[in-house]
T-cell receptor, first 114, second 110 residues
Framework: NAGVTQTPKFRVLKTGQSMTLLCAQD?????MYWYRQDPGMGLRLIHY???????AKGEVPDGYNVSRLKKQNFLLGLESAAPSQTSVYFC?????????????FGQGTRLTVV | GQSLEQPSEVTAVEGAIVQINCTYQ??????LSWYQQHDGGAPTFLSY????GLEETGRFSSFLSRSDSYGYLLLQELQMKDSASYCC???????????FGGGTRLMVKP
């Protein structure tokens, strides 16, 4: 099983460039999340989705946009990259139920903005 | 909003027991989870508490007190491979948001 797959795994951008990170899950999960993790820090929630066609802001949404056109895919966009967006980005998905809260993570995308 | 507090670093020796605490503030609390993350890796799920009390999974146990907005992860019989960051996470906002604490870096020494 592939689980949660993030594309690309590494990327270097110049300031002002745009890019889209793709997260794909094959577990038919309703919930999907995008996080960023800076060195030595915890995960911070950027945006999340509770189902196809829905998105919501997390803790640090500024400078990012997302879309969930298909249930299995959650896209994270940077319209005009800034050095402050240099980070490791993780996608996660889950089928949260009453007693189930396990979230499955992708392997991360390491983004450097120069 | 939601916030979680946990110690930044803990050191213990191989074979010992260590407890990592987590306090949280959230609206619409649904449960507290724990994740392990090795350097350069992705977080992996360890345990979940929705109700007060202790949940045991092998060498790891997790406790929750909803009235105190407090939980902890207990690691027993520590092994070198347990050296990693441990993050607590809370489901809030009617269960939709999954928010993480800053992580506790555990160093296990021989």
């Amino acid at each position: 099983n592939a689980g949660v797959t993030q594309t690309p795994k590494f990327r270097v951008l110049k300031t002002g460039q745009s890019m889209t990170l793709l997260c794909a899950q094959d577990m038919n999960h309703e919930y999907m999340y995008w996080y960023r993790q800076d060195p030595g820090m915890g995960l911070r929630l950027i945006h999340y989705s509770v189902g196809e066609g829905t998105t919501a802001k997390g803790e640090v949404p500024d400078g990012y946009n997302v879309s969930r056109l298909k249930k299995q895919n959650f896209l994270l966009g940077l319209e005009s990259a800034a050095p402050s967006q240099t980070s490791v980005y993780f996608c996660a998905s889950s089928s949260f139920g009453l007693m189930n809260t396990e979230a499955f993570f992708g392997q991360g995308t390491r983004l450097t903005v120069v | 909003g939601q916030s979680l507090e946990q110690p930044s670093e803990v050191t213990a020796v191989e074979g010992a027991i260590v407890q990592i605490n987590c306090t949280y503030q959230t609206s619409g609390f649904y449960g507290l989870s724990w994740y392990q993350q090795h350097d350069g890796g992705a977080p992996t799920f360890l345990s979940y508490n929705a109700l007060d009390g202790l949940e045991e999974t092998g060498r790891f146990s997790s406790f929750l007190s909803r009235s105190d907005s407090y939980g902890y992860l207990l690691l027993q019989e520590l092994q070198m491979k347990d050296s990693a960051s441990y993050c607590c996470a809370v489901r809030g906002n009617a269960g939709n948001m999954l928010t993480f604490g800053g992580g506790t870096r555990l160093m296990v020494k021989p």
